[in-house]
Every structure is written in structure tokens, then in C-alpha cells.
């Protein structure tokens, strides 16, 4: 169950930081490390750092963007310092560790880490179902990138040990997976787009809406195929009326 966690970490600028990482999923029990983009791996100080977790290290798969990392993960969290102006649903270390024991049941889940000095930017936090924050001293709230992946590894053993995943198994509900959401919503915004009702560019605010209402939905698998069958028809109705509609000066001449 545990290596259907997944533990993301995004544009990690220091080396030393993905071995200290590697390190503290180790203890904890955890082995699914995902980088994304790393700005120098593998490294020397990467296996320094992780003295004793090299293992994780030379199995760590390297993606270009996060969508690769996600591919097939039915539930992914975003950790972040920052409690954002954009709401999204949030979760606290403990609630999100018992959420992922629960769901990594049946199927991959994630939790993504940000760049030590940005975080998680605000596309990506859009494709998360939650984000966690460890509650911190509200002057100083930024752990380290290392000591983060520390406490919800923690977390996440002690909601394992704790018989988190026991009972947890739903009959028939195989969620639509990260990548197929990507594609959804790629296909959503153009039909928006093709109708007149939102210009992308212009409708950032609108698309993150979207997001957040479709994230808190969970749609499975079929749920998924019907909203994007309506979507379909929606693009060929419009097409429809537009050959109608260029058919018309035609008719009255
Ligand atoms: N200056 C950055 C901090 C990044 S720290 C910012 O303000 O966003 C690097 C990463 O460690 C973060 O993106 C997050 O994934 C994790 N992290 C650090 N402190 C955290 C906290 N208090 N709660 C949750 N995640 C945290």
C-alpha cells in the first residue's frame, strides 16, 4: 500500500535536498520518490545527504513536468508554506496522511513538494484535490524543503500503523486519474472557448473555479466519459449552427 504513495518533489534547486528527502521517506517507511525537473541529479551531494537511502535515489524517476510525475494517480495533494488567496480545499499533516493511506488502497497517490525559494506555482497547486500546511510560527513559517517531506512521511506511517488503510476498499469507484482530468479540462476550456463563453487568456479566475468545483467532485471513470460526450456534442452543435449559418447567405440568393 505504502508504494502507492508517491512523494513529488518540483524544481528542486539543491541536490543535498533530494537526498535528505530520500532519506526521510526511508525511515518512514516510503520508496515512490518523483522528481520533477531537478536542477542537478543525480549528484554526489544527493547521496551524501541520503547516506543509507541511495536505494531510492537510483530508482527515483526524473519527469519533465508534473503531469508525468501524476500519471495515474487518482488523488494528489499540493504541500505548501503559504496559505494561498486562492481557496482550495486544505488539509492538515495528519488529515492528509490518513486521506492518502486511504485512498492509496486502490490506486497511486501524490503528495507534490514546491521549489525551496517559490513553492508550488499556482497552475500546479490547480491540479491538486488539497493542499497541506503544517501549522508553523506565523513569522517563520518555511521548513525545509527535506524536514516537510520529514513531518507528512511521519504522518503517513503513523496513519499506516494506525490501520488507516483497513476497510477502506469502495467496490466499483475506478476514479479518473490525474492525466485524464488534464485532458478533460484541456478539452473544457477549448469548448468554452469555441462557444463564446470564455476567452482562456482572459478567464484565468473562471478556469480555476472550474477546476476546484470538478476536483471536489471526484468523477470516476464513466462520469468522465459523459462530461466529455456532452462536451463533444456541445463543439458539434456549434459547429452545426456555424455550417447552418454559412449556409444562409447562400439559400437566399
Ligand atoms: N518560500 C517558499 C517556501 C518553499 S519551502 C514558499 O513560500 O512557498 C519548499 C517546499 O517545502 C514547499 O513548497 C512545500 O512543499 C514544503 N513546505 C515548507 N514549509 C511547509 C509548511 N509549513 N507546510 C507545508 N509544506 C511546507
Redesign the pocket.
Given at each position: 500500500m505504502l508504494d502507492n504513495i508517491r512523494f513529488v518533489l518540483v524544481e528542486t534547486s539543491h541536490p543535498g535536498n533530494i537526498g535528505a528527502a530520500a532519506r526521510a521517506m526511508k525511515t518512514m517507511g516510503l520508496g515512490r520518490l518523483e522528481l520533477v525537473r531537478p536542477k542537478l541529479f543525480p549528484a554526489a551531494e544527493a547521496t551524501a545527504r541520503a547516506s543509507g537511502a541511495e536505494d531510492l535515489l537510483e530508482v527515483a524517476q526524473v519527469h519533465p513536468d508534473l503531469f508525468g510525475a501524476l500519471v495515474g494517480c487518482r488523488l494528489v495533494v499540493?504541500?505548501?508554506?503559504?496559505l494561498r488567496s486562492v481557496h482550495w480545499p486544505e488539509l492538515d499533516?495528519r488529515a492528509c496522511a490518513e486521506t492518502l493511506v486511504r485512498e492509496a488502497v486502490q490506486g497511486p497517490v501524490a503528495l507534490?513538494?514546491?521549489?525551496?525559494?517559490?513553492?508550488?506555482s499556482n497552475s500546479e497547486l490547480q491540479c491538486c484535490h488539497y493542499l497541506?500546511?503544517?501549522?508553523?510560527n506565523p513569522g517563520f513559517?518555511?521548513?525545509?524543503?527535506a524536514?516537510?517531506?520529514q513531518?507528512f512521511a511521519y504522518e503517513v506511517l503513523q496513519a499506516h500503523l494506525a490501520g488507516g488503510s483497513e476497510g477502506a476498499v469502495v467496490e466499483g469507484q475506478e476514479l479518473a486519474t490525474a492525466e485524464a482530468m488534464e485532458g478533460f479540462y484541456g478539452h473544457l476550456t477549448e469548448t468554452l472557448f469555441e462557444l463564446g463563453f470564455a476567452d482562456p487568456s482572459q478567464s484565468k479566475k473562471l478556469l480555476r473555479r472550474l477546476r476546484r468545483l470538478f476536483n471536489r467532485a471526484r468523477p470516476d471513470r464513466n462520469e468522465l466519459n459523459i462530461l466529455r460526450g456532452i462536451l463533444s456534442a456541445a463543439q458539434g452543435r456549434k459547429l452545426h449552427r456555424r455550417e447552418r449559418w454559412r449556409a444562409r447567405p447562400s439559400e437566399s440568393s
Open positions: 499540493g504541500s505548501s508554506a503559504r499533516p507534490v513538494f514546491g521549489r525551496e525559494r517559490t513553492g508550488l497541506a500546511h503544517i501549522p508553523t513559517g518555511s521548513l525545509n524543503l524536514a516537510a517531506v513531518v
